[in-house]
């Protein structure tokens, strides 16, 4: 990525020292926390390349959002929403967030932990006894699959089902795509034995929490996350007059030299089993009100299951593993990161905290493909601004 910056974004950015906004509809910086002239030039930089390489790419759109303990300080948008309608993306723009779905998931069951109504390692059979039609493999015995091992990844569980056209079908159905994927599902490995992702997984989890709960998943996420984390932008069906704030999905197909848009528009009409797995429609700005209350800004979730979203439940290192619903790593300069990335036709989205600075980058584009490393460049800026500010 080339970075580049002029005289009018300096000035910008010294004035910046004081509001440090960019975007309409993002808060102004406290002052009492505002960032150094080097954050503020990682940003400049940051900000040039991303524009940089979305022309270049011209395919479709990048938005970002960076944000210091409880203040979005810098959000912007970069590009084509969509192509044929001539719409320029914004920080409103909504984007498809994949698997990154996962990590509400995990803490609507920390929420769901807290308040009771579930245990950690409540075998999830007790809600869901169509489980018993799992391909058990011999692995189960006398083992149950927990709350516990479902959210880390822990479960033993394939990643996908063999059911034939488990991943489409119109969003209503898709419980019934979860039951009816059970018996083609195989466990390979003892619950808790080791680290293996699963799609599959994730949708059984969501499932049993509504059923522990005895209220509809996307009801639960809506109700206990976005409304009391005013994640106004984040939806699993995009509300009627909103269609347009939706990014389209563009696949690049290198050896055939073109774009195309239909695949992402027909998940559109519906994604199968994968509502609690990959559902979600969100913005960075959203994300980012996401992680935030995930940094000691809110008391939504207590610091107590906060923390243990964020620790390392998988057994195969301390240095890199799988919390609920976030991947954790030390990077090669000593600092802890906190992120899940997803991808789906036509779009790709990252974020990445760092939860003893406070600081957070997202990221989210709607191409699959482009000069910007969607999962390198974050983790990148992050480490950057961490330095930055110490």
Not at 82 to 87: F, G, L, P, V
Not at 314 to 318: A, I, L
């Given at each position: 990525m080339a970075f580049k910056m002029t005289k009018q974004t300096l000035i910008l950015l010294l004035l910046g020292l004081f509001t440090f906004s960019y975007s309409r509809n993002v808060p102004a910086r406290n002052t009492n926390s505002c960032p150094n002239a080097e954050f503020a030039k990682i940003v400049s930089d940051f900000e040039m390349g991303l524009e940089n390489d979305v022309q270049q790419d011209n395919i479709g759109s990048i938005s970002a959002a960076i944000f210091i303990d409880d203040q979005i300080v810098w959000?912007?948008?970069?590009?084509?929403?969509?192509?044929?309608?001539?719409?320029?993306?914004?920080?409103n723009t909504?984007?498809?967030?994949?698997?990154?779905?996962?990590?509400?998931?995990?803490?609507?069951?920390?929420?769901?932990?807290?308040?009771?109504?579930?245990?950690?390692?409540?075998?999830v059979n007790k809600y869901l006894p169509e489980?018993?039609?799992?391909?058990?493999?011999?692995?189960?015995?006398?083992r149950t699959i927990t709350f516990r091992h479902l959210a880390s990844h822990t479960s033993g569980l394939a990643v996908e089902p063999g059911l034939a056209n488990a991943a489409s079908g119109p969003i209503g159905e898709w419980e019934n795509k979860v039951i009816n994927s059970l018996p083609t599902t195989s466990v390979n490995s003892v619950p808790g034995e080791r680290y293996s992702y699963s799609n599959i997984g994730y949708a059984i989890l969501g499932l049993a929490l509504s059923r522990a709960a005895n209220k509809p998943f996307m009801e639960l996420v809506e109700e206990m996350i976005f409304e009391p984390l005013h994640m106004t932008n984040s939806f699993f069906v995009i509300p009627e007059g909103k269609e347009n704030n939706v990014a389209s999905g563009y696949r690049w197909h290198a050896f055939k030299g073109i774009i195309?848009?239909?695949?992402?528009?027909?998940?559109?009409?519906?994604?199968?089993y994968k509502v609690p797995n990959g559902g979600i429609y969100a913005t960075p700005n959203d994300l980012a009100r996401f992680l935030m209350a995930q940094c000691g800004n809110s008391d939504l979730l207590s610091k107590e299951y906060v923390e243990m979203m964020q620790t390392i439940q998988?057994?195969?290192?301390?240095e890199y593993g799988y919390g609920f619903?976030?991947?954790?790593?030390?990077?090669d300069k000593g600092i802890r990161m906190i992120e899940h990335d997803g991808?789906?036709?036509?779009?790709?989205?990252?974020m990445v905290f760092h939860p003893k600075s406070k600081i957070g980058v997202i990221m989210m584009r709607n191409y699959d493909f482009g000069l910007t490393n969607i999962l390198l460049e974050p983790r990148t800026i992050l480490s950057q601004l961490v330095k930055s500010k110490k």
């Open positions: 959000s912007r948008a970069f590009g084509q929403a969509d192509n044929e309608k001539a719409i320029k993306a914004d920080t909504i984007y498809r967030i994949a698997s990154i779905t996962k990590t509400i998931t995990a803490y609507l069951m920390m929420l769901l932990v807290q308040d009771g109504t579930i245990d950690l390692d409540d075998p489980m018993a039609t799992l391909q058990h493999n011999g692995f189960l015995d006398n195309d848009a239909e695949k992402a528009k027909i998940e559109h009409m519906g994604r199968g998988t057994p195969e290192s301390n619903g976030y991947y954790i790593r030390n990077n991808g789906v036709a036509g779009y790709e989205a990252m």
